[in-house]
C-alpha cells in the first residue's frame, strides 16, 4: 500500500486530487495539509511514501514544506504540484533543490498522476534488493584481489588458485577466480577442471551481463566458480583481445554478484592490467629470491603500482619459494624493493609439484605443509583487513585473525 499525504492551495482542490487517485488500489490518502507548515508537520508525524505538495501553499510556501518535509520524513518522497504554465525551467530547479522527487502540473491527468505517485512510492523497495544489502552492509562489500608478479613462473597461479580455495572455505559459494593467463601453470590445469567455455568465449560478446558472465564460469568441486582463460592464449594477445571497457563491465558484474574476485593476473596485460589492479583492494605482489632481474623487476613493479596513487597498505608483497637455498637474502630483496614484505612462502617442490600434477591445490592435499599454512595466514591477514559490519570505514581496524582449518569448520564463524 503506498500512503499518500496530499496539501491543497485552495479549498477543495486536494478532493480533486484524491479523486483522480481513487481508481488505484494501492493507494491509501492518509492525510491533507491547507498549508506548507501543516504539509511539513504532517509529513513528519504520518511518514506517507509519497507528500503530494503545492509550490503556493499558505505560510510556508511549496518548496520550502517540502524542504522541511525531506529532513524530518527522509523515506517520503515529496513531488511538487505547480499551477499550470509554471512547471518551467526555474521551478524544476527550486524543486530539486528543495529535494522533490517530481514535479506535476495541479492538472496533470489522473494516470499520470497515479504513475508518477506508484513510482516515487515504490522508490523506498530498493531496499529489499540485494543491491541494497551490498551498498550498506560493509560485511558484503565486495573485495577484489589480483595476484600479480613481475615475471612468469613466479608463483602467481599457484598462489592465485591457493588463496581463492581458502576464501571460498570462508565464504562459501562467494568466491570467483579469473584466469587471465592460461599459458603457464593455468588454473584450471592446477584444479583437475576442463572449462568448455572462459574469458575468451566471453569477450566475443559486446554486451555482458550477469546470466551471460555466469554461464561462462565453471564450478570446482570445492565451490569455487572459475572464469577460465581460453587455451593456449597467451598475455600478449589476451591483452590486445580485452578492452579495459569490457574488463570495466566484467569486474562490475563479478563485484555485484560475488564476495571476493580474485585475479590471477600478469602485470604485462597493458592497460587492462592498470584498470583491474586501481579497482582492487589488494594486488598481491610475488616475487622471489631465485635471481636478480626478479627482484629489480618487482621493485619496478611496485614502484610503478605506487605511481598509479595506489596506497601502500593495499600492496602486499609476498616472497614465495623461500629456502636456506635461494641465492639472495630478505636483506637483498629489501634493500632493493621498498615495500614490507607481507607473507612468505616456503619452498617445497615435492608437496607444490605433487600437488599440480593432481590437480589438487596445496591447501586442500597438504593442508599441514608449511607452504599451505603460509597461504592461509596470508588469507586471514587479508580478511582481518577487511572492515566487519561494526566497522563501517573502509580502512578499519583489523579484527583478529581467523585460524582456518580446511577440513574442518573456521575456529571464528564468518558473518
Ligand atoms: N612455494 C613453491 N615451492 C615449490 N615450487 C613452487 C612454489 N610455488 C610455485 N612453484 C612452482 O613454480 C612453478 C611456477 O608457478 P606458477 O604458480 O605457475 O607461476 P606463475 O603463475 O607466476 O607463472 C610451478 O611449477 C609451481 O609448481
Ligand atoms: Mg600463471
Redesign the pocket.
Known sequence: MIRVLISENTPGEADEIAHKLASAEDIQVVGYARDGLEAAQMAAQLRPDVALIHTRLAGMDGFQACQMARVAAVETGCVLLAPPGEEDEDTWRRAMVAGARGLLSTEASAAHLLSVVQEVGTAKQSKDQHEYQLVTDPSKMPVTIAIT?AK????????ATNLAICLQHQFPGQVVLVDF?GQ??DVPLLLDMRPRVGLGELMLHEELDADLVQSHLTEHSSGLQILAAPNGTDIGRMGTQIDVTSAANLVSILRSEYRFVVF?LPALAGNVSAYLFSRCNFVVV?TYLLDLAAIRDTSTLIESLAQTQMPNDRIKLVV??RSQRNPFSIADLQQTVNHPIDAQ?????VT??SA?NEGIPVVLKAPGSA?AKAIKKLCNSLIAELPTQAQATPRAAAQPARDVDLQGKPAVTVN
Open positions: 608478479g612468469g613462473g613466479i608463483g602467481k597461479t599457484t598462489l593467463v603457464y601453470g590471477d610475488v614465495n619459494r612462502v616456503p619452498e617445497d617442490v607444490v609439484t599440480l607452504v
